[in-house]
């Protein structure tokens, strides 16, 4: 006996048309929780380590190659589609002559590592090994035929070859198998079209397997949906909905408090210290981490952010691409553009925009200000509507603020321009030249009052 591992292949199927999903985009790529459905795929298939991914692909082939332009796997294409049999011969070639090969769906996301690993174990290198379901109603799948005496697998017969009593059956192929490649390459090319259908289906190797006294073994998934296909808008918006109830749950174990976990979107990764609180309708795109004791308000949309502790954002913020340092004060209403990194304890308030801007500790801006491209020092205080005049039409400027300004309501900074340490600059005013240390500097016609000044009257 040798213990030797095998090599572990992993062929994804994703040559369909998908045209149930209504759509010019290839149905691989549509997306559940901002990843494509083959991307999900991938992801699991890699989790097993294998030695090589191979997806087979045919409707918008270019177009799903593209998308995966990052990803090490090789790809096969099936010009036309001939069935899941004929899909998986084209791999053939490219299999490692002794290894075993793992079959996943492209279109079957969220398929659990749990679940490849046990099918894997089974399988032992050897074996046929199958992942089956029991599904209350199962029209459309294939079926599991089992030997009336001794309860082993004798074949798969799809739905539109089955007898009426073969569509009683409740137990389902899920598509997902494993099979040693030397029986591949014997079993593949033996199949037929021979069927309703004139499809070459790969479930047809289940017979040839019995037939050589290869064990087929089978192993069911811990959750129903792990085995869910996507075929339509209202499939995908339901295994969304699936996808994210388990993210959920993982953050509420870990100690998140969610005032509803029915309502908050994760699309990538979201990284929780102890004591977060997130309100409703929140949305966390590409990686977020938030430190201990952050607050997010509710209605926030927050994307590749890394938020310090005890960081309170206030309802209806948008930030995006930015560091937040410990103890700041967000929203509500605040829009924080990519490349801003706010210092500890600043105070973003309402109608705030702030981009590409670097603010110092313990600054504020409160109300009704658009801070581009900034370099802002500690204690300053940005009056309400104050504006950085960053962008003439064609380039773009720096504002440098420094230390303990203060800028009055109503400001308008034309950049490039510097406000030395302790400025003060008057409320309304023009700044276009650089401004002296600890000074008050406003722009500012004088004010006048016309004593025997008259109303226009209209004439009786
Ligand atoms: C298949 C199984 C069925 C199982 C069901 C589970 C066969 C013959 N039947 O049926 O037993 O219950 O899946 O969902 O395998 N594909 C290709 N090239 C092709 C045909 C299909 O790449 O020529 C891909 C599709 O893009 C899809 C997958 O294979 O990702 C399954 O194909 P599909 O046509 O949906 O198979 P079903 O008829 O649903
Ligand atoms: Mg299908």
């Known amino acids: 006996m040798h213990t030797e591992e095998k090599k572990v292949n992993v062929v994804i199927l994703a040559a369909g048309a998908g045209k149930r999903m209504h759509s010019m985009l290839p149905k691989v790529l549509h997306e559940i929780a901002g990843r494509s459905l083959l991307q999900h795929v991938v992801d699991r298939g890699r989790s097993l380590m294998p030695d090589k991914i191979c997806i087979v692909i045919g409707h918008g082939a270019a177009q799903v190659k593209h998308s995966m332009l990052a990803e090490d796997v090789n790809w096969i294409l099936q010009d036309q589609q001939l069935g899941t049999g004929h899909a998986l011969l084209q791999a053939l070639p490219q299999l490692d002559a002794n290894g075993v090969t ?7 996301p969220l398929i659990s590592q749990g679940t490849l690993q046990k099918l894997m174990t089974v399988s032992a290198g050897k074996y046929c090994s199958l992942l089956t379901a029991v599904f ?11 030997d009336f005496e001794t309860g082993e697998v004798a074949a798969i017969v799809e739905q539109k070859d089955a007898t009426v009593d073969q569509q009683k ?21 033996e199949i037929s079209n021979n069927n309703s259908q004139r499809e070459y289906y790969l479930t047809d ?18 959750n129903y949906w792990e085995v869910l296909g996507v075929n339509s808008k209202t499939q995908l918006a339901k295994l969304e909905r699936i996808y994210q109830e388990n993210y959920s749950r993982e953050l509420m174990e870990k100690g998140v408090r969610l005032m509803d976990p029915e309502r908050i979107d994760v699309r990538g990764d979201l990284n929780c210290g102890s004591d977060v609180s997130i309100d409703i309708n929140c949305i966390f795109e590409g990686t977020v981490t938030l430190g201990n004791s952050v607050q997010i308000g509710a209605h926030c949309v927050l994307r590749n952010v890394r938020v310090a502790s005890g960081v309170i954002i206030q309802p209806f913020c948008m930030i995006e691409d930015a560091e937040i340092e410990e103890a700041c004060k967000i929203g509500p209403y605040a829009r924080i553009r990519p490349g801003t990194k706010l210092a500890s304890q600043v105070h973003i308030g309402n109608f705030v925009e702030v981009k590409n801007s670097q603010i110092g500790p313990y600054s504020k801006a409160n109300h009704l200000s658009y801070i581009g491209d900034s370099t802002i020092g500690q204690h300053v205080n940005i009056g309400a509507g104050t504006i950085t005049c960053n962008y003439d039409g064609v380039n773009k400027y720096r504002t440098v603020i420094e230390d303990d300004v203060f800028i009055g309501s109503d400001t308008q900074l034309i950049a490039p321009v510097k406000i030395a340490r302790g400025s003060t600059i008057g409320a309304g005013s023009t700044i276009t030249k650089e401004t002296p240390e600890n000074q008050l500097t406003l722009s500012r016609s004088k004010q006048v009052s016309i004593a025997n000044w008259r109303r226009p009257e209209k004439k009786k």
């Open 136 to 146: 209350d109603n199962p029209f459309g799948y294939g079926r599991i035929i089992r």
């Open 169 to 189: 059956i409740c137990e389902i192929n899920t598509g997902i198998m494993m099979i040693p490649n030397v029986r591949l390459h014997s079993w593949l090319p």
């Open 205 to 222: 190797i289940i017979a040839l397997a019995v037939r050589d006294g290869v064990e087929v073994k089978t192993i069911q998934a811990d």
């Open 102 to 108: 793992l079959v996943l769906y492209g279109d079957v």
